[in-house]
């Protein structure tokens, strides 16, 4: 759906092949420490560091250097402490600041836009100025090899790679040469999620980051969710406790509605995010309705208000939908009566008479407060 | 052809034409099948009064034709299983194309139907999920055969009372009465959000305002049609006087957009709306709904891209309400009406096929029903034997003997099960 990180092993695995070069880069989690740590040599110099697309390791202490073999499950037990799961461990390139150089490609609709610096390292946004960019095409590409110091068939290479396995985004800050050749002590690479159909071997829906650590349990449930459904749900948690929740749908008007919450100053007491749209069938709103009703349950605020508003849908069938949520409102309801939740809905569409008048009957026979608009309400005049 | 405005940034252009598409008589090529819209497009046909559907066939692979309803008759569009095997002069009459393809056969389907149809004037693709190459190669080819080409994920293109490319304006019969996707008027709106489209539409209609043309570019990475092309388009279009935009976070498209205000390349009085202030309230960029929106850097954020249209000159509504402030104060006229009768509603509510065994059973707005009566009512007032008997024949059986014998036959069938006579 959208440009996602993949892990800086798997970054690093497809550009080092693409170029040739060999790579032995340790994919490290707490089940298979031991045994990598086994093959790598007293001799040598580490690196351990965070794989989970999180920038900034360095600033943030997530990363470490220059470690001697014996050491390396200690620093690694101080991530996994930290709530990682996944690191990453690499022999250490002794090297000088000023080697350290800077490169990106990102897809612009113009083509690739290549930016680059030779003064590269933790703080590059302190340098911005020394970063040039330029559209990459092949009549430039002498040209801008040259200026980046690269061999032009090695970024010739990369930048056909970066088309042919459907990357949106590459970063590398910083990278060194030697003799000739790129090492990238740092690489960040998005994919175009969208290409997975056509992106073969190279990367899978596995490589995916989705980042995992930290996740509320209902956060990781809908997110099962949206990856068996043709449908899209999202869910994002943001105070537990609370007492505004959201069941929004359609992709425009639910950031239109959360903006209108944030406007009126309670962006604070907002407990999550959740969007659906793409005309779910009842049993995904049913679930993804009684995802956010354990949000409510565990939420300690008092006076709660659930908004399950949208816009006005083209093709989503507001009947189906709504009976879906109704009947996890329903598996809830002595819940809903006891904590005194107010109900507030909005939305039009496809058959919005029925799905609006059944929600309607719902409260009322339930005696839940709320109220329940159609298109007739303006969209935002919902958020109180 | 590109065009360099400001440093780095760019912007192509590849417009619309709406006077053109107004002028002429839609011919569509639906590619893929998704039988709401199309019936939704032929019902807005219908309520135009229109002489006959605007869609001309379908490109799939079931059967050689589909059936749908023109008012409240059956009428059936040929179906073909792809561009080489349509009649002669099929693919001479075709101008517009929907696709309603999976975003892994987008590319490949737009190639053949953009290099196939020699009078195109340009199509819509609805399609979530297209990989961003796939979409830069389609706006490549467009811009080469000089076709226009809306999405992906867009939910159409409607020109008041002349065409409905798409879902936009609603797929259910209901939604369609509503008078603003009927009654031409001056005002452009153009939205990311296929949803907000609709929403628009809606506030426009309750507004009394009047609308000229309304689209969704959709909310990807790269549309083929630009907000940028979508913008012009309107600048360009003689019976557009206003025009309405709502964006959203991420991509820097309004940058482009407040340098041609600026150069007065743009001069129509514009009204805008970019959603996701409350991204603020996130602690980590956040991925919203729409590929694009995601506002990785501040300058790809919701008030960012709102203080730099606002300073170009478009009146620029901070909050959705002060939006639709704005858009109340536009100045309205309805240049045409296509009116409909009021005798058309009730065609359009509770017909049923009438083509194949539609005495025994059919499907209503309201579920399924058997011989005229909700099925779920049949079955718990009468015997499997009853209903089976009763949909064999066609009409309900009245004979009680009949339900029994039949009943006994059944139960026979099954006490003997019927075995192959074994050859001797």
Known sequence: MSRVAISEHKAKSIIYSLLGQKYQGLSVSRDNIYKAILSLSSK???????????????????????????????????????????????????????????????????????????????????KIRSVKSVIYSSKNLLAISKSIGIDSQILKKLVDGFDNYYFSFLESNPYVLRKGKIIFLDLAIEVDSAAEFVSGETWTREDLITQTSGLAEEELAAKSLAEKSSASFKLNVLNKNGNIFTI????????????????????????????????????????????????????????????????????????????????????????????????????????????????SDFLKENKIQGKVCGPDVVLTDIII | MWSRCGTNRYYYLDMIDFEKIRNSTPSILMLGSYPPIIQSILDFDY????????????????????????????????????????????????????????????????????????????????????????????????????????????????LPGKLKLGAIGGVEARQLFNPVLHEAGNIGVISTSGGMTNELLNIASSLGKKVSFCFSFGGDRFPITSPVDAILSAEDDPRTSHIIYFGELGGEDEYAIADLIAKRRINKPVIAHIAGSVSDAFKTPTQFGHAKAMAKSKDESAKAKMKVLDKAGVLVGESFTEFVGLIGNIPTKRSETFLLSTRDNRLLTKRKKTIFASSITHETDFGVEVLNKDLLEVARGHSFTYIATSMLLGKEIKSKEIEEFVNLVFKLIMVHQYREPSIP
């Open chain 1, 44 to 126: 040598k110099q580490y690196v351990v560091k965070v794989d989970e697309g999180i920038k900034k390791r360095q600033k943030n202490n997530l990363l470490f250097k220059d470690i001697e073999k014996n050491k390396i499950k200690i620093y690694s037990q101080k991530l996994f402490k930290k709530g990682f799961h996944q690191l990453l461990v690499e022999e250490y390139i002794s090297h000088t600041q000023d080697e350290e150089k800077f490169l990106a490609i990102n897809r612009k609709r113009e083509g690739n836009m290549i930016f680059y610096s030779k003064n590269g390292g933790v703080d590059i946004e302190g």
């Open chain 1, 248 to 359: 929004f749908s359609g992709g425009g008007a639910s950031i239109v509605l959360a903006d209108e919450i944030f406007s009126k100053g309670k962006a604070g007491s907002i407990v999550n995010y959740a969007e659906y749209s793409g005309n779910p069938n009842e049993e995904e709103t049913y679930l993804f309705a009684k995802i956010i009703l354990s949000l409510v349950r565990k939420s300690k605020a008092k006076e709660k208000k659930i908004y399950i508003a949208g816009g006005v849908a083209n093709f989503t069938d507001i009947r189906t939908t709504f009976r879906g949520v109704i009947r996890a409102l329903d598996s809830e309801s002595a819940m809903l009566k006891k904590q005194n939740v107010k109900i507030l809905v909005r939305r039009g569409g496809p058959h919005q008479e029925e799905g609006l008048e059944m929600m």
């Open chain 2, 47 to 158: 309520l135009t009064k229109k002489k006959h559907s605007s869609i001309s066939g379908i490109i799939g692979t079931s059967g050689k034709s589909q059936r749908y309803f023109w008012g409240n008759e059956d009428i059936l569009i040929p179906v073909y299983r792809n561009l080489e095997v349509t009649p002669w002069g099929f693919n001479e009459s075709i101008n517009l194309f929907l696709s309603v393809v999976s975003a892994r056969r987008v590319l490949f389907t737009t190639e053949i139907t953009v290099n196939s149809l020699p009078n195109l004037i340009g199509g819509t693709i609805f399609a979530e999920n297209t990989p961003e190459i796939h979409s830069l190669k389609i706006q490549h080819i467009a811009s080469s055969q000089k076709v226009f080409i809306i999405g992906p994920s867009s939910v159409g293109l409607l």
